[in-house]
């Protein structure tokens, strides 16, 4: 079975802009989870959502934002890129009725 | 408020020997325990997991530790491998936050061969 998968695995942008990122869960899961990575604040996490649905959201400012598909893929949005917004941005997904998540490799998100 | 920590931020450990990596929480309601391998710039890959209604769970070189009453786990590696060098995550989780998990700060394992 193939694992999370996400899209691009780079990406450099500059500050303001906005950028999207791309997660695709492992066949048959249906939450997805959102997380990121940096070196002051290590792994934070950031929003999950099921069935297209938001169930919890992290302490983030609203400028990150996210959604669900019906097909469970998720995608998450960071509008009006600031510095500290560089990281790497981590997708989980879990299997109904389990607790483990499992780890895509991450998009490694660049602000200049 | 970190609700998990990692005291040790690395460990150096010979090949064939064990390694313990430790974890100390704060939340006593958490209810599900991980622990992730991580190498720079991927994701985390899961290792093992622990419910808080058990104390000791094993697989294979893998043992995780539970001691409820101390709020403190430990991952034990026997034997290590140099394979095995990698950052290392413990993690929580409360069904109630609606399965968000908590990291520690990870801890560094070297082992040396």
């Known amino acids: 079975k193939a694992g999370v998968t996400q899209t691009p695995r780079y990406l450099i942008k500059t500050r303001g802009q906005q950028v999207t990122l791309s997660c695709s869960p492992i066949s048959g899961h249906r939450s997805v989870s959102w997380y990121q990575q940096t070196p002051g604040q290590g792994l934070q996490f950031l929003f999950e959502?099921?069935?297209?649905?938001?169930?919890n959201k992290g302490n983030f400012p609203g400028r990150f934002s996210g959604r669900q598909f019906s097909n469970s893929r998720s995608e998450m949005n960071v509008s009006t890129l600031e510095l500290g917004d560089s990281a790497l941005y981590l997708c989980?997904?879990?299997?109904?009725?389990?607790?483990?998540?499992?780890f895509g490799p991450g998009t490694r998100l660049l602000v200049l | 408020d970190q609700q998990v920590k990692q005291n040790s931020p690395s460990l150096s450990v010979q090949e064939g020997r064990i390694s313990i990596l430790n974890c100390d929480y704060t939340?006593?309601?958490?209810?599900?325990f991980l622990w992730y391998k991580k190498y720079p710039a991927e994701g985390p890959t899961f290792l093992i997991s622990i419910s808080s209604i058990k104390d000791k769970n094993e697989d294979g070189r893998f043992t995780v530790f539970l001691n409820k009453s101390a709020k403190h786990l430990s991952l034990h590696i026997v034997p290590s491998q140099p394979g095995d060098s990698a950052v290392y995550f413990c993690?929580?989780?409360?069904?109630?936050?609606?399965?968000?998990?908590?990291f520690g700060a990870g801890t560094i394992l070297r082992v040396k061969s």
């Open positions: 993690a929580a989780s409360l069904m109630e936050y609606g399965n968000k998990l908590v």
């Open positions: 989980a997904s879990r299997y109904t009725g389990q607790e483990t998540q499992y």
């Open positions: 959502y099921f069935s297209e649905t938001q169930r």
């Open positions: 939340n006593s309601m958490f209810d599900y």
